[in-house]
């Protein structure tokens, strides 16, 4: 089992990156997934979580309306599209896994605690500066 992120990098403020988190040994569609960040200096926060239905959503104020989370089921890939990207959003960015969820509100009842998240990417840096 194995989450491998990419798509970091250097961008201007006002710029968009897409982070990519391939998964290996396991269906993601099966999963909650979700994407975290930790600047340096600072605690790992939440950017962004999604139930294994899709059905429910989560954004915290400080990206919502800039970050969009989706999944691949065919490629079995986990995407983070980031817009607007301010100096602040500078961070390592981890995507993660929980699961296998298998009944109805299992798959739609989803939680942003990194501490539930059992399978995790290696991270991947993302540089806002001008």
């Known amino acids: 089992v194995q989450l491998q992120a990419s798509g970091g990098g250097l961008v201007q403020p006002g710029g968009s990156l897409r982070l990519a988190c391939a998964a290996s040994?396991?269906?993601?569609?099966?999963?909650?997934i979700a994407w975290f960040r930790q600047a340096p200096g600072k605690e790992r926060e939440e950017v962004s979580c999604t139930s294994a239905s899709d059905g429910t959503t989560y954004y915290p104020d400080s990206v919502k309306g800039r970050f969009t989370i989706s999944r691949n089921v065919a490629s079995n890939t986990v995407y983070l599209q980031m817009n607007s990207l301010k100096p602040e959003d500078t961070a390592v960015y981890y995507c993660?896994?929980?699961?296998?969820?298998?009944?109805?509100?299992?798959?739609?009842?989803?939680?942003?605690?990194?501490?539930?998240?059992?399978?995790w990417g290696q991270g991947t840096l993302v540089t806002v500066s001008s």
């Open positions: 040994g396991f269906t993601l569609d099966n999963y909650h």
């Open positions: 993660a896994a929980d699961g296998p969820k298998s009944s109805v509100m299992d798959r739609l009842v989803v939680s942003c605690n990194s501490h539930d998240y059992e399978y």
